[in-house]
């Protein structure tokens, strides 16, 4: 873990960064581990980041085609531009938004930036209890260590996109295209050659690359039977997975357990798991969950104010900021302790730039 932390510190660097637009510099800065949402069976607390804001809204559902709240609350004003509220009682399964009022307009209501569960095509939310999505063993689950000389060198990386590893007609993989599909053992196609998993181990590789699989905006996760195809680089929400490699993506703990499901085969067979993240951009711009809780700060600006566009993805995210690289490195870290990822390979690692000399990278604790 001490690794992970040093090496996200060195990726978004450490030298003194200027930002364009001095007024973002001036926004409190949020050190607590909170953001997002805190679940238990006797109350849910909620907090968002939105110094801007001047009232705060969060809006609660009973399923993801509710088209009435079940239940508004204001929120209240927390420390260092954060609003928050604690709901009492067991709201587990249902769905929630945010919405803020900045200059008198409200915005729109959006996904929790944070939320680490989502329902069906990342439009909301979802309360869940993260323990409840834990296959058997899973926390006896652990890394396989490199055989031999055990070196970082040694690695042999295998790079893949999910769907196309096991949606051929003849993988004879019954999963096809799925997180489950990937976790099948022993498959083989007509002429009894391994196929997917199987067929990576007997290639003597050490980890799998997998191209995006946190929840990505372009495919309709209500049609899963349509052909669509994606690689996953539009970033929707972070910390959950994406739902059209779920055999129910209407289910937020469906798609998380069989993700760790697969993580745990892919262990359990001597192989390690790379992650493809992309913090670079997010699909959406101006729309964005993002920008609607805090205009502006997230991105990258031109110096009339409109979006930066380094990536060629119509915006940048402004890893400079604090709290843009606070959110890269906790959710780099969630993904790690809470899916036991191995490794992670960040897309457009040249746009990420440093923050400034006046906040240093973590203390790490001992070896």
Same mark, same amino acid.
């Given at each position: 873990?001490?690794l992970?932390?040093?090496?996200a ?5 450490s030298s003194?960064?200027t930002d364009?637009l001095?007024g973002?510099?001036? $926004? ?5 581990k ?5 679940y238990?069976?006797l109350?849910?607390v ?10 705060a809204? %969060? @809006?609660? $559902?009973r399923d993801d ?8 609350i204001e929120?209240?004003t927390?420390?260092?531009?954060t609003?928050w509220t604690?709901?009492?009682g067991?709201?587990?399964d249902?769905?929630?938004?945010f919405? /803020?009022?900045?200059n ?5 209501? /959006?996904?929790d ?5 989502v ?5 909301? +939310? ?5 323990r ?7 926390? %006896?689950?652990?890394?396989?260590a490199?055989?031999? +000389? ?5 690695a ?13 007609s003849g993988?004879g993989i ?5 997180f ?10 007509a #002429?009894?050659?391994?196929t997917?998993l ?10 799998i690359h /997998?191209?995006?699989?946190? #929840?990505?905006n372009s495919v309709?996760?209500s049609?899963?039977d349509?052909?669509?195809y994606?690689?996953g @680089?539009?970033?929707l929400? @972070?910390n959950?997975?994406?739902g059209?490699y779920?055999s129910?993506?209407s289910d937020?703990?469906?798609?998380i357990r069989?993700?760790?499901e697969l993580?745990?085969?892919?262990h ?6 790379i992650?493809d993240?992309v913090y670079?951009? &997010?699909?959406?711009?101006g729309s964005?969950?993002?920008?609607e809780?805090?205009?502006?700060? $997230? ?7 409109s ?11 402004a ?11 906790e959710s780099v870290?969630?993904w &790690?302790k809470?899916y036991?990822?191995?490794g ?6 040249? /746009?990420?730039?440093?923050p ?5 990278c973590?203390t790490?604790?001992?070896?």
């Amino acid at each position: 873990m001490n690794l992970l932390i040093a090496a996200a510190c060195l990726l978004i660097g450490s030298s003194a960064s200027t930002d364009s637009l001095p007024g973002y510099g001036q $926004y409190p800065i949020y050190t607590g581990k909170d953001l997002g949402l805190l679940y238990s069976p006797l109350a849910s607390v909620f907090r968002i980041w939105s110094p801007t804001a001047e009232q705060a809204r %969060l @809006y609660l $559902y009973r399923d993801d085609s509710s088209s009435a709240p079940v239940k508004v609350i204001e929120l209240t004003t927390g420390t260092d531009g954060t609003w928050w509220t604690s709901l009492k009682g067991d709201w587990k399964d249902f769905r929630y938004t945010f919405s /803020v009022r900045i200059n008198k307009e409200w915005h729109k209501e /959006v996904t929790d930036p944070y939320a680490k569960a989502v329902g069906l095509n990342g439009k909301r +939310a979802v309360i869940l209890n993260l323990r409840q999505t834990d296959p058997p063993g899973w926390l %006896l689950d652990k890394n396989p260590a490199f055989s031999g +000389a055990n070196h970082p060198t040694d690695a042999v990386i295998y790079e893949l996109h999910l769907r196309d590893i096991s949606v051929g007609s003849g993988s004879g993989i019954r999963q096809k295209g799925k997180f489950a599909g990937l976790a099948e053992w022993d498959t083989k196609n007509a #002429d009894g050659l391994a196929t997917g998993l199987s067929h990576l181990k007997e290639l003597g590789i050490t980890h799998i690359h /997998v191209l995006p699989f946190f #929840d990505f905006n372009s495919v309709d996760e209500s049609r899963p039977d349509s052909p669509q195809y994606n690689w996953g @680089y539009d970033p929707l929400n @972070y910390n959950a997975p994406e739902g059209s490699y779920s055999s129910n993506p209407s289910d937020a703990a469906t798609r998380i357990r069989e993700l760790k499901e697969l993580i745990a085969a892919i262990h359990r067979h001597g192989l390690r798991i790379i992650m493809d993240v992309v913090y670079n951009h &997010t699909a959406l711009t101006g729309s964005s969950s993002f920008n609607e809780l805090v205009p502006g700060y $997230y991105y990258r600006h031109n110096p009339d104010n409109s979006f930066s566009n380094g990536t060629g993805c119509g915006n940048e995210t402004a890893s400079e900021r604090p709290m843009f690289r606070k959110f890269m490195l906790e959710s780099v870290l969630f993904w &790690t302790k809470e899916y036991h990822i191995d490794g992670f390979r960040f897309d457009l690692m040249g /746009v990420h730039d440093g923050p400034p000399a006046t906040l240093p990278c973590p203390t790490l604790p001992g070896p």
